[in-house]
């Protein structure tokens, strides 16, 4: 047997193994024709991708070495002992191979792929591959299979109440932090409201980024529970929290290949919603020329099928249809935004009146769910919650119950001003160039990277005048987001009539 070793090495989410050339209990070139090994002990059991090493100094030849993802999923002790046996395709390849070639899978089908999917089993490839062929034809039968599939692999969440809200917005549109100001605001009314959020994976930044400026995010599903239980509400990252986490692993390979259909995103939010026990959820869908959903018509589909899967699971679903074409808030990037954020629950002259006015419209609707409002205004109650200071105090109870930052969150000293070429009236601004010049200054990595907006649609501006200010943490990120940006600044510059 093999000695387990911890190899400090971060392979992302593959699980990665390591073998020493002069191993002296396995000969390494019966396993290199091998995709992937099995990697056996203590009634635990991985797979993961073998490479061959050289170095003694990374392992011995009585050793196995793990990296970190798969040291922590294998849940053994360094020094544990250990053995290795080529790793045999899953079985569920045949119906991706199905798929494929067009064919319907059946419920149980598509199960046994997402546990697979789920325990590693895929390589990127296959996964690609899966999402490819589902993309091309997917029935309503086989969305709804895989949302029940994908919330069924990972942890459910169970609350002691009758009624759960929830919140969730389809993305593409940058500063959207609404979350962060729903939440407070309808925990400070009574209802549960507990919050999952995901990282950015293509975005400048996720809630859960935000919400670290300000707070922990990384909590277990029983510190979420107590938190919730407290505070009636939370801000929490839910990859940590593991809901639909066959989800988490699509995403990672849908999103760089822009495969974003309707029935995989459907399905994908589903899940997790039905993971976290919500009864009550919103649907926020923003439509813009450079958002994810471009029209009403497309807007309507998609509401469909978010009413048709939550009939079928039993969850009530509400569609908010609202204005994509331009960012949200005053900031874009986790300092920015989180400034933004706190300036609307302070009431601060400043603050910006977009987010605000969305978020109270929003929390509204939420508030509507509960049957002691009786008829009355669910909107008036958010801006009497919001405007009392109740939705702030709450917000710090949710803070401090998840734990507060202990380092402030500072903006990037390396700044540069982008001009306005010309007089005139903005008249677009492109969300995805944003996004993308945002994310070159480092955001979400480095949390006080990005981009400071100073004129938004509507607005008049003269030659020389600034149009947003870009942060930048390092040097090199500097350079290369303040090129793109002097390629292209992502604003439509009118004249004024």
């Known amino acids: 047997m093999l000695t387990l070793k911890l190899v400090g090495i971060d392979t992302y989410r593959d699980n990665v193994a390591f073998l020493a050339r002069d191993c002296n209990l396995y000969r390494p070139e019966e396993f290199q024709a091998f995709k992937k090994i099995e990697v056996m002990g203590s009634g635990s059991s991985l797979l993961a991708q073998l490479l061959i090493v050289d170095d003694a100094n990374i392992v011995g030849g009585g050793e196995l070495g793990l990296s970190e993802q798969a040291f922590r999923r294998m849940g053994l002790q360094e020094g544990a002992l250990v053995t290795i046996a080529p790793a045999e395709p899953p079985r569920s390849l045949d119906h991706l191979r199905k798929k494929i070639h067009g064919h319907t899978l059946d419920k149980k089908q598509i199960e046994e792929i997402i546990s697979d999917i789920a325990s590693y089993r895929y390589s990127e490839m296959e996964i690609a591959a899966f999402l490819v062929s589902s993309a091309g034809f997917m029935t309503t039968n086989e969305m709804l299979s895989l949302t029940r599939a994908m919330a069924q692999v990972g942890n459910s969440l169970q609350w002691n ?68 239980k407290e505070c009636h509400g939370c801000l929490v990252w839910g990859g940590h929290v593991n809901l639909s986490p066959a989800d988490d692993v699509l995403i990672s390979v849908e999103r760089p290949l822009s495969i974003d259909t309707r029935e995989q995103m459907v399905a994908s939010i589903m ?47 509400e569609i908010t249809v609202t204005d994509g074409k331009q960012p949200i808030g005053n900031g874009i990037g986790p300092v920015l935004e989180a400034r933004d954020v706190m300036a609307v629950l302070r009431g601060e002259p400043g603050a910006p009146a977009d987010l605000r006015e969305k978020s109270l419209q929003i929390a509204g609707a939420l508030l509507e769910n509960d049957p002691a409002l ?18 702030l105090r709450s917000m710090n109870n949710i803070i401090d119950a998840q734990g507060r930052a202990t380092v402030p969150g500072c903006l990037g000293d390396l700044t540069k001003d982008i001009l306005s070429p010309r007089d005139g009236i903005i008249t677009s601004i492109d969300c995805f160039r944003l996004a993308r010049i945002t994310r070159l200054a480092g955001a979400p990595m480095d949390k006080g990277a990005g981009i400071d907006l100073f004129k938004k649609v509507g607005d008049t501006v003269v030659k020389g005048e600034p149009l947003y200010r870009i942060h930048a943490c390092f040097k090199t990120d500097y350079g290369f987001t303040t090129k793109l940006a002097e390629e292209g600044h992502g604003y439509e510059i009118g004249e004024i009539l």
């Open 374 to 391: 009786r008829g009355g205004s669910g909107y008036e109650r958010a801006l009497h919650l919001l405007s009392s200071g109740e939705a």
């Open 271 to 317: 899940s997790k919603k039905l993971s976290a026990g919500s009864t009550h959820l919103l649907i926020d869908i923003p439509i813009g020329p450079s958002a994810k959903v471009r029209s009403h018509d497309e807007a309507m589909r998609l509401r469909k099928l978010f009413e048709y899967v939550g009939d079928q699971i039993g969850i009530h679903v």
């Open 161 to 228: 109440a009758p009624i759960i809200v929830d919140k969730h917005c389809i993305g593409g549109i940058p500063g959207n932090r609404t979350s962060m100001i729903v939440v407070p605001i309808v925990a400070a009314h009574g209802l549960p409201i507990p919050k999952t959020s995901s990282r950015a994976i293509t975005s400048p930044a996720g809630t859960a980024d935000t919400m670290e400026v300000l707070a922990k995010v990384d909590l277990s599903m029983h510190e979420m529970q107590a938190v919730v």
